[in-house]
């Protein structure tokens, strides 16, 4: 199942995706965010391209088809899914735990990862503080400079960041990576480099953990290889994700749970029942809980994501 990326110009956003994908966004507003898998409530849902569902979206397939696609999974939300494309530095920011964000917002946690598809040299990402300080932290906020005090980690292709609650973080420019997150969609804003948008200090001291300083694990760029090579990217209670380099074929046998399949490097194939899907670079697809084996075929590195349920296996 295909879900349709929705697009999103952002002030910062550079061109490699509009690039990758022969996109022509409206004259002057590049497209910096491209949601790929989204059923978030607050948000525009994917619609789906193909199969017997096409033109419906993501919400409505999981509230008229949740054993289909959900299986054993008993939410009303899929993990989140979205390419960054960052010419200039995001803004620093901080997302709330479930407790603050069910309580305060009537929203859901929000923590996420990155991996890094492509990263000119001397990329990085903001992940954590340099300073256990609050005070002065609270004091360079409101001069909207906690950027003097951002922890800046070094990234290249082949990286992958988990970035939890509370953390101080940020996308840095000049790369492509994707986004797997979990279901919440509340961020305040802590620094903006001077851009004038509002920031939200107050939410964000209150979730903010400054003994948090997250590290990529660091998987390296694709190489071609004789023997398919499938690592853990991250875990999180509420996503996990691992890097696959397929070489010829990898088949996946799965629990009664929805998967999503990403293509990161060169093309793929997805194999369901003797029928074949292309995956081109950067697209996604959902493999539904129903679907129980399936096959990716290619030359190729892809991401395989899912959210962890009890009593399923990876």
């Given at each position: 199942?295909?879900?349709?990326?929705?697009?999103?110009?952002?002030?910062?956003?550079?061109?490699r995706?509009?690039?990758?994908?022969g996109?022509?966004?409206?004259?002057?507003?590049?497209?910096?965010?491209?949601r790929?898998?989204?059923?978030?409530?607050?948000?525009?849902?994917?619609?789906?391209?193909?199969g017997?569902w096409a033109g419906h979206?993501l919400?409505?397939?999981?509230a008229?088809?949740?054993?289909?696609l959900?299986g054993?999974?008993?939410?009303d939300q899929l993990?989140?899914?979205a390419?960054m494309?960052?010419v200039?530095?995001l803004?620093?920011?901080v997302?709330?735990?479930e407790?603050?964000a069910?309580?305060?917002e009537g929203?859901?946690e929000?923590s996420e990862s990155?991996?890094?598809?492509?990263?000119?040299?001397?990329a990085?990402?903001v992940?954590?503080?340099?300073?256990?300080?609050?005070?002065v932290?609270?004091?360079a906020?409101?001069r909207?400079?906690v950027?003097?005090y951002a922890?800046?980690?070094p990234?290249?292709?082949?990286?992958?960041?988990?970035?939890?609650c509370?953390a101080?973080?940020?996308?840095g420019?000049n790369?492509l990576?994707?986004?797997?997150?979990?279901f919440g969609g509340?961020t305040y804003?802590?620094c903006?480099?001077?851009?004038?948008?509002?920031?939200?200090?107050?939410?964000?001291?209150?979730?903010?953990d400054?003994?948090?300083?997250?590290?990529?694990?660091?998987?390296?760029?694709?190489e071609?290889?004789?023997?398919?090579?499938?690592r853990?990217g991250?875990?999180h209670?509420?996503?996990?994700?691992?890097?696959?380099?397929?070489?010829?074929?990898?088949t996946?046998h799965?629990d009664?749970?929805y998967e999503?399949i990403?293509?990161?490097?060169?093309?793929?194939?997805i194999?369901?029942?003797?029928?074949?899907?292309a995956?081109p670079?950067?697209?996604?697809?959902i493999?539904?809980a129903s679907v129980?084996?399936?096959e990716?075929?290619?030359a190729?590195?892809?991401?395989?994501?899912w959210?962890?349920?009890?009593?399923?296996?990876?």
């Amino acid at each position: 199942m295909y879900p349709e990326p929705y697009y999103l110009s952002t002030i910062w956003a550079g061109e490699r995706l509009s690039g990758i994908r022969g996109l022509e966004p409206p004259e002057g507003k590049p497209y910096g965010i491209a949601r790929e898998v989204c059923a978030y409530a607050g948000a525009p849902s994917n619609q789906i391209e193909n199969g017997p569902w096409a033109g419906h979206d993501l919400r409505w397939a999981i509230a008229n088809h949740h054993e289909e696609l959900m299986g054993d999974d008993p939410e009303d939300q899929l993990i989140r899914m979205a390419y960054m494309d960052p010419v200039e530095d995001l803004s620093i920011q901080v997302h709330p735990g479930e407790p603050y964000a069910c309580e305060v917002e009537g929203d859901r946690e929000k923590s996420e990862s990155w991996y890094i598809l492509e990263a000119d040299p001397g990329a990085y990402v903001v992940a954590g503080t340099t300073t256990t300080d609050v005070g002065v932290l609270r004091e360079a906020a409101e001069r909207d400079a906690v950027g003097d005090y951002a922890r800046k980690v070094p990234v290249s292709e082949g990286d992958f960041i988990l970035i939890p609650c509370g953390a101080m973080h940020a996308c840095g420019k000049n790369m492509l990576a994707i986004e797997v997150g979990s279901f919440g969609g509340i961020t305040y804003r802590i620094c903006d480099y001077g851009r004038g948008r509002k920031l939200d200090i107050d939410k964000a001291f209150d979730v903010l953990d400054t003994s948090l300083a997250p590290e990529p694990v660091r998987l390296g760029a694709y190489e071609e290889r004789t023997e398919s090579l499938s690592r853990s990217g991250v875990r999180h209670r509420l996503f996990a994700s691992d890097v696959i380099d397929v070489a010829g074929s990898y088949t996946v046998h799965k629990d009664n749970h929805y998967e999503v399949i990403t293509c990161v490097k060169h093309d793929a194939t997805i194999v369901v029942d003797a029928r074949e899907y292309a995956l081109p670079y950067t697209r996604s697809v959902i493999i539904p809980a129903s679907v129980r084996t399936y096959e990716v075929r290619g030359a190729c590195r892809v991401l395989r994501s899912w959210h962890p349920v009890e009593g399923c296996a990876e």
